[in-house]
């Protein structure tokens, strides 16, 4: 049976709404979906925002040479969507998720794996949603309900994190839980924007499954009457100074703060770093998530300097002196953004290094050595650049950068980034890493941003027909 054009007026709307709710979750993303409504229909691709570009050969290997998409093949439950889950099918550089149900044979939809993802979970989650609401919308058939599908997948992020941590807590503990998720959530951004004395939250606060309470080791326990409540948020605010200079973290049952305790915390046991104007939740060692402004983000707010690795394994340097090299650019970035001040720091790759404008030191400083390094990191703090040989030492700091002007210079980006642009512009050799005080981090060669990444717009109106996924692949 021919695609028809409800099924497009689908996937536009979950297409539009799952690609811009990523986007606000994780940075700039995109969508694509391969999928077939009918047991007997070719599989198609709909992939307006150009994700699958580069990988056609292996969906073509996975798709047309192989069976194993199309799952167990056991019968279907009506209502239920079966997911398909094969782990040696694995796209580089994206998250999958597939299911099929009775109203759609096959989804499998695709987004983009971003370096500083924290977890892939709630983005898998999120990816389950949109493939929920496709065999919805195919089994209705209501015609009023489209519209609204894109706005119920883009506001999904807390619902995503939710979920996968319900999931979570299910395998590790079964399903007889009594822990509320939305709750505890509610009270982590809840307090995440409360100040205190014109402070932004420190410390730890950690959610108890209520049966395991008991089995935490107490510095001090609140009387039941006394315990306050997790809804009062300011209330909890307050308590949560006193684990800000103890090895200590307030222990909540998820209606109430029961305590304060510097013991093991139990298993499943969901727990919210406070750092200022950010935080992490996270669960048994698995990071889940970031926070900030009242929001969930799958961003770990540490710069990845993927483009500077890349960049390094291209240059003369030898294994170790390529490890080396990022490794203290890494530290220096990671600092500046943990003290939230900005800087610069150019990376001469030449053999000899350039003579730069700014502060030198009679030998330079060897910052293999941890102490050298640190010093590295102070000086950072001063106006300029630092400016760092293949030789692994500092040759200078509080460096000036110039040169001509460059396409894609930014007047919203400060001196710091434009000049850095008009540098690499003229020297080859070097290439530039600045982070800015709000914490993102762009590294420059050529006179070009590497960092730099495109704003998807909302798509401009109804998809096309989506093409068969035979002639997509050959063409």
């Not at 194993?68 to 796209?91: A, H, S, T």
């Not at 919308?137 to 995503?160: F, K, N, Q, W």
């Not at 998530?289 to 291209?314: M, N, P, Q, W, Y």
């Amino acid at each position: 049976m021919p695609h028809s054009s409800f099924e497009n007026l689908i996937l536009y709307h979950i297409l539009d709404g799952l690609a811009d709710g990523l986007s606000h979750y994780s940075g700039p993303s995109r969508a694509a979906v391969v999928f077939r409504v009918r047991e007997d229909d070719p599989l198609r691709v709909c992939d307006p925002q150009f994700l699958l570009d580069g990988h056609e050969p292996k969906l073509g290997q996975y798709f047309l040479d192989s069976e194993k998409w199309r799952g167990v093949g056991r019968p279907l439950q009506p209502g239920f969507v079966e997911e398909i889950n094969d782990p040696d099918f694995d796209p580089v550089g994206l998250i999958t998720y597939a299911g099929r149900s009775e109203s759609c044979s096959f989804q499998m939809w695709f987004t983009e794996h971003h370096p500083d993802l924290c977890c892939a979970g709630p983005t898998r989650r999120w990816l389950e949603h949109a493939v929920g609401l496709v065999s919805q919308h195919l089994a209705t058939r209501g015609i009023m309900c489209p519209d609204t599908s894109g706005y119920l997948v883009r506001e999904y992020s807390a619902h995503a994190v939710r979920d996968f941590i319900v999931d979570e807590r299910n395998r590790i503990m079964g399903w007889d839980t009594r822990l509320r998720i939305y709750p505890a959530l509610d009270a982590v951004l809840g307090i995440s924007k409360t100040m205190e004395e014109g402070q932004w939250p420190r410390g730890r606060l950690v959610f108890v499954e209520p049966s395991l309470v008991r089995t935490t080791h107490f510095m001090a326990r609140f009387p039941s009457m006394e315990q306050p409540r997790m809804s009062n948020f300011k209330h909890v605010r307050k308590l949560l100074q006193v684990t800000e200079d103890l090895s200590c973290h307030l222990v909540s049952d998820g209606v109430n703060v029961v305590g304060v305790s510097n013991g093991r915390i139990p298993r499943a046991a969901l727990v919210a770093d406070y750092h200022g104007g950010y935080g992490y939740l996270h669960m048994d060692g698995t990071l889940i998530c970031s926070f900030a402004d009242g929001r969930f983000s799958s961003s770990t707010r540490r710069a990845k300097l993927v483009h500077l690795e890349e960049i390094l394994l291209e240059s003369r340097l030898d294994q170790s002196s390529r490890y080396m090299l990022f490794q203290i650019v890494q530290s220096i970035v990671h600092d500046a953004q943990d003290t939230k001040h900005g800087c610069t720091i150019v990376i001469d790759l030449g053999v000899e290094p350039l003579t730069l404008a700014g502060q030198h030191m009679d030998v330079p400083l060897d910052l293999v050595k941890d102490y050298n390094l640190d010093l590295a990191k102070s000086l950072a703090r001063v106006d300029g650049a630092l400016h760092i040989g293949a030789d692994l030492k500092l040759h200078g700091f509080g460096c000036l950068l110039d040169g001509h002007t460059v396409p894609g210079e930014n007047r919203a980006r400060g001196a710091r980034f434009n000049s850095s642009l008009r540098f690499t512009a003229e020297n080859p050799d070097m290439v530039a890493v600045v982070v800015s005080s709000d914490r993102p981090t762009s590294i420059m060669q050529h006179g070009v941003e590497l960092t730099a990444v495109c704003e998807w717009r909302p798509l401009a109106g109804q998809l096309m027909k989506p093409p068969l996924l035979e002639d997509w692949v050959a063409g």
